[in-house]
């Protein structure tokens, strides 16, 4: 303790202070007095000139040849060199010189977000490119890779539903689970929508988290599974959880696979609206209609956009001064000059 006492003490006696690198890594909080200080030589030297022009000079009873300059003569600039170091160590003081830590302390209130995937036979058409459960795929993880804080999970189902990963803060291993995500992974055929619903909210329900997300992605509708979609919306809302509903693919003739010629084949696929609206609207969230890539991707922009995670940011400053450290040099400065003002270093004759 004693030891930091004597260190802080002395702090000021160091010639480190007067570094260019440390006096332009201070912040000054009167920059004017900063200019004054530089102007200070000026001032002197106009004085000194005013003086040489305007002296009153004394006239001698010697020759030229028998006048010679006293080699001391230059001590008289002592006194004045000396007052003009302290007054600058004055304007320093007063120009504060400063030192900013500022701390940021984020805290967020995060998200819970669950994606609710469909990988049923059909999710291989490819009405996108290069069909509808690659296109998903790939907004899915760009999602995954646009969110902070959140923890995110995932769902997949067909004829019936299957947890790929909790709720997780791991995006990077998270996005390699959808990577790894493939139409076989569930042998079971058929669009088990209400199954997937009620998974992704027993996924859920236990969340502390104010909001809670999920985004189901199909293509068709509940053909399979003991839950019906609407009673698995109504037990998602009863827990707190808005369902996005999105929609993929076109109606018409859609290509699917290759004929043995590889030429491409078509289908013929329609599309049921109302049961993904119906969840959407029970569950308080929106339903989207997605028939290319380019458009799931803006469905996933604008619900990226719509589900913000709250972010309260703190940030605390502590200033410290150092205009003692100039002050303390300002004052022996000073008393060296009224020191030298009564000795013969100011009577020194110039001529």
């Known amino acids: 303790m004693l030891n930091d006492i004597v ?35 000026l001032i002197f030297a106009l004085r000194w ?14 020759a030229e040849e028998q006048l010679e300059a006293s ?14 170091l302290g007054i600058a160590f004055i304007m320093l003081s007063l120009a504060r010189p400063q030192r900013t830590n500022e701390n940021i302390i984020q805290t967020s209130e995060g998200i819970d977000i669950l994606l609710n995937l469909d990988i049923s036979e ?31 999970g995932l769902v997949i189902f067909s004829g019936e539903a299957y947890s790929v990963s909790p709720l997780t803060t791991d995006y990077k291993l998270l996005n390699q ?3 790894d995500i493939r139409e076989d992974m569930i042998q079971e055929g058929g669009t088990a929508i209400g199954s997937a619903l009620g998974m992704g909210t027993i996924r859920m329900k236990e969340s502390k988290s104010k909001s809670k997300v999920m985004i189901l992605i199909s293509d068709g509708d509940n ?3 003991n839950l019906d979609p609407i009673t698995a919306s109504r037990l998602a809302i009863a827990y707190n959880i808005k369902i996005y509903t999105i929609l993929v693919g076109r ?3 859609v290509p699917y696979g290759k004929d043995m010629f590889g030429q491409p084949q078509y289908v013929e696929n329609t ?33 990226n956009t719509l589900e913000k995670t709250e972010v309260t940011e703190s940030r605390f400053k502590s200033i410290k001064d150092y205009y003692y450290v100039y002050l303390t040099w300002a004052i022996i400065f000073l008393i060296i000059w009224l020191a030298l003002k009564s000795t013969f270093m100011s009577n020194v004759l110039e001529d």
């Open 251 to 253: 109606e018409g003739k």
């Open 49 to 62: 000139l005013i003086h040489v022009r305007f002296r009153q000079n004394v006239e001698v009873a010697f």
């Open 122 to 152: 059909s999710m291989l058409i490819e009405d996108f490119t290069p069909n509808r459960l690659e296109a998903a795929k790939l907004v899915a993880k760009n999602f995954i890779r646009g969110r902070k804080y959140d923890r995110i």
């Open 71 to 84: 080699e001391f003569h230059w001590l008289r600039f002592i006194p004045s060199f000396v007052l003009m």
């Open 177 to 179: 689970y959808v990577e």
């Open 7 to 41: 260190t802080s003490t002395w702090e000021w006696f160091s010639l480190e202070w007067f570094l260019p690198q440390t006096l332009l890594s201070f912040e000054w909080e009167n920059t004017l007095y900063v200019y004054l200080c530089a102007a200070i030589p």
């Open 271 to 303: 599309i049921d609206e109302s049961t993904l609206k119906k969840i959407a609207e029970i569950g308080e969230g929106k339903f989207y209609r997605a028939s290319d890539n380019q458009a799931l991707a803006d469905v996933f922009a604008e619900i």
């Open 223 to 225: 053909t399979a599974g």
